[in-house]
């Protein structure tokens, strides 16, 4: 069983910054594919930011320029960076082991609260 073990939600003042850790308890981290997802009050979970196993990443517009998703194989663990937060950004964030090709689905951790509020 792959658990995932999320870390660093908060409460920050609009402008602020925060690093959201993501642990992943798999030999072969280094291959799978990463994601970070979150979800608002009242609406669909949503994609935030991806990372091949390569290192190639994809964010959703609305993060661009602001948020960063890393990962560092040798700690099994993905890293959302996220600056310049807004009100609009609270939500809860889950990080996502996107592991169909090789698991045959996808694991996802417990999530954790990031809330943007003066």
């Known amino acids: 069983q792959v658990q995932l073990v999320e870390s660093g939600g908060g409460l920050v003042q609009p402008g602020g910054s925060l690093r959201l850790s993501c642990g992943v308890s798999t030999s072969i981290f280094n291959i799978i594919p990463m994601a970070w997802y979150r979800q608002a009050p009242g609406k669909e979970r949503e994609l935030v930011a991806s990372?091949?196993?390569?290192?190639?990443?994809t964010y959703q517009y609305s993060v661009k320029g602001r948020f960063t998703i890393s990962r560092d194989n040798a700690k099994n663990t993905v890293y959302l960076q996220m600056n310049s937060l807004k009100p609009e950004d609270t939500a809860i964030y889950y990080c996502?082991?996107?592991?169909?090709?090789?698991?045959?689905?996808?694991?996802w951790g417990q999530g954790t609260q990031v809330t943007v509020s003066s």
């Open positions: 990372i091949t196993s390569g290192g190639s990443t």
């Open positions: 996502c082991a996107k592991g169909r090709t090789v698991w045959g689905d996808d694991y």
